[in-house]
């Protein structure tokens, strides 16, 4: 079956560092994405991997490692504005996207 | 119109009536996607549109129906709600030509079925 792992919650501190990770089973496989989520609010789209490797966006970065299934999401000097959902989603072969269940990011002062 | 338009925001609805959730986009995009998103639970697709006058089944399309009839405006109808399709509906569209299929989302539309 198809599968995508992540975590359900996680605390971080304003100004600090956080990595959302996820991993995923997919039958084929034509790149991973990242969408950012606020309560009541629509997903939006943060990142897309498809090579191997670390992809910089701001005080955004997504890294993709296709041998190992595993996808990271790492943001840095969080503000609070950070807190969000982060919705982590696969590709597979027949360009459907997989969605995981999504990360709660609650940032602290 | 910028983007995707969902409507209504939001309803309630008796069990047992028809309901048509309607979603328009001006990106000229090709396909288009019905989700629902319950608490606790990844996005699931419902119904998707590769092109205008095709449609597919999703991970949980039964109790609705999509038709394409343009490139414009994908309607998901319910043709006799039910209790457990309360949920958050969302509707989405991706330009799938590049191969990036990155979906951009309407706002939403929150249904509650009593």
């Known amino acids: 079956g198809q599968n995508i792992d992540q975590p359900t919650e996680m605390t971080a501190t304003e100004g600090a560092i956080v990595q959302i990770n996820c991993t995923y089973q997919t039958s084929g496989f034509n790149g991973l994405f990242w969408y950012q989520q606020h309560a009541g609010e629509a997903p939006t789209f943060l990142s897309y991997?498809?090579l191997d490797g670390l992809e910089e966006k701001g005080r955004f970065s997504s890294f993709l490692s296709r041998s190992k299934g595993y996808s990271y999401l790492l943001l840095k000097e969080l503000q609070m504005k950070d807190s969000a959902s982060y919705l982590c989603a696969a590709l597979d072969s027949n360009y459907q996207l997989i969605w995981g269940a999504g990360t709660k990011l609650i940032i602290k002062p | 119109i910028a983007g995707i338009t969902q409507a209504p925001t939001s309803q309630i609805l008796a069990a047992g009536r028809r309901m048509t959730l309607r979603c328009t986009q001006d990106m000229r995009h090709n396909a288009m996607y019905w989700y629902r998103q319950d608490l606790g639970l990844g996005l699931r697709l419902i119904h998707y549109s590769n092109t205008a006058g095709t449609t597919g089944k999703g991970e949980v399309p039964d109790g609705y129906s999509v038709s394409r009839a343009n490139t414009d405006d994908f309607p998901l109808t319910l043709a006799s709600a039910v209790p457990s399709q309360t949920s958050v509906y969302f509707c989405?569209?991706?330009?799938?030509?590049?191969?990036?299929?990155?979906?951009?989302f309407g706002p939403g539309t929150r249904l509650t079925v009593l």
């Open positions: 989405a569209s991706a330009e799938t030509s590049g191969r990036t299929d990155t979906q951009y």
């Open positions: 991997n498809v």
